[in-house]
C-alpha cells in the first residue's frame, strides 16, 4: 500500500536496524522531491538506487517497510503518545534546521510550548547550593515573561529548571533520553506525570524504549537544537552538560553561562565556557537581552 511521507517517517523510526543518518538520508531525497506525495514499492526502489545505504538497511527496507507487522507497530507505539515528523508542519523549525534532526518526535502534553521563546537550561546533577541560589535569582522573572524552560528531566539543575517554571508559569520542555513510557531517573515519575499533562515532553524513542548512555548524548543535541540560546548553570570539567553547549556552537546558538567560584570543581566548565567566549549570566536581564531582541527594540 502506498505509504504518505508521514507514514514513511513513522515506519522509519521503528525500523530495526537502520540508523538515524539513513534515514535522514531518505527523508532528504523525498523531500528533495515535493512531487513525491506518496511512497510505493517503485519509488522506494528509486530512492534506495540513488540513496547508497549498507545492504543490510537496504534489505530491511525493501522486506519490512511495507509489512503490516511494521504498521501494527507504528499503531501501538501512538496509542500512549503522538508524534510529530519531519513530513509535519508543526515540526519545530529551529530543529528542522540543525545538523540532524530527528526524523520523528514523541510527544505528550501541549505543543504550544514550542511557540515560546525557547531556553534552554543545563547542568550539574548534583547540584549545589549555590547553584540553587543562581537559578533562585534569574529564572523566576524569565520564566514569568513566557519564556519556555527547555531541559532533560534529569536530576539537578534539569529538575530545578522544570519546577522553577511550573512554580512561576512559565511554558516548560522536557527532552527525555527514554521512550515516553519510561521515566528516568525513576526519581522524577510525579514531576514527568505532570509536565506530560500540563506541559510537554519529548522524545525521539519508541514509546517502551529504555535508557541508554548514548541516548543522552542524542537527547543533548535536541535541547541544544529547538533553543535560541543554551544557559549552563553549573557544570564541572567533563561534564555532559558542555556537551549540550557544543552541539549549540555548532547550531550557532547562543551560549551563556553562570559564573562560578574559581576553586569550585563544580564551577570548572562554566568558568572554561565564559573563558571560550559564552556569555556571562549575572542576574535575569543578562538572559533576555539574548531571547527577546526584537521586542527591546
Same mark, same amino acid.
Given at each position: 500500500m502506498p505509504l504518505t511521507p508521514r507514514d514513511f517517517l513513522l515506519r522509519l523510526s521503528l525500523l530495526p536496524g537502520v540508523g538515524r543518518r539513513s534515514a535522514l538520508a531518505c527523508w532528504r531525497w523525498l523531500h528533495a522531491?515535493?512531487?513525491?506525495?506518496v511512497i510505493t514499492p517503485t519509488s522506494l526502489a528509486t530512492l534506495l538506487a540513488t540513496v547508497k545505504l549498507p545492504a543490510k538497511q537496504t534489505g530491511l527496507l525493501t522486506e519490512? &517497510? !511495507?509489512s503490516a507487522? &511494521?504498521?501494527q507497530r507504528v499503531a501501538a507505539n501512538l496509542v500512549n503518545c503522538q508524534a510529530l515528523t519531519l513530513a509535519d508542519v508543526a515540526y519545530p523549525v529551529a530543529l528542522k534546521e540543525t545538523y540532524e534532526p530527528p526524523i520523528v518526535l514523541y510527544f505528550q502534553g501541549h505543543l504550544e510550548n514550542l511557540l515560546a521563546p525557547q531556553l534552554a537550561v543545563v547542568g550539574t546533577r548534583h547540584l549545589t547550593p549555590y547553584a540553587f541560589r543562581a537559578m533562585r535569582a534569574v529564572l523566576p522573572v524569565v520564566s514569568r515573561q513566557g519564556v519556555c524552560l527547555v531541559s532533560g528531566l534529569a536530576q539537578g539543575v534539569d529538575t530545578l529548571s522544570h519546577q522553577v517554571a511550573l512554580a512561576h508559569g512559565g511554558p516548560t520542555i522536557a527532552v527525555v533520553g527514554t521512550g515516553l513510557g519510561r521515566v528516568y531517573p525513576a526519581a522524577n515519575r510525579g514531576l514527568m506525570a505532570e509536565l506530560a499533562t500540563t506541559q510537554l515532553v519529548l522524545s525521539e524513542y519508541p !514509546?517502551?524504549?529504555?535508557p541508554a548512555k548514548y541516548h543522552f548524548v542524542e537527547r543533548n543535541r535536541i535541547i541544544a537544537g529547538l533553543c535560541q540560546s543554551v544557559l549552563v548553570v553549573e557544570a564541572a570539567h567533563h561534564s555532559g552538560s558542555l556537551i549540550t553547549a557544543n552541539f549549540a556552537l555548532q547550531e550557532n546558538r547562543n551560549v551563556l553561562a553562570i559564573p562560578g567560584n574559581i576553586d569550585g570543581s563544580n564551577s570548572v566548565g562554566t568558568n572554561e565556557l565564559i573563558l571560550a567566549g559564552a556569555k556571562p549570566i549575572l542576574n535575569s536581564e543578562h538572559i533576555m537581552e539574548e531571547l527577546l531582541v526584537d521586542k527591546r527594540a
Open positions: 522531491r515535493p512531487a513525491e506525495t519490512q &517497510l !511495507f507487522d &511494521l504498521g !514509546f517502551t524504549a529504555g
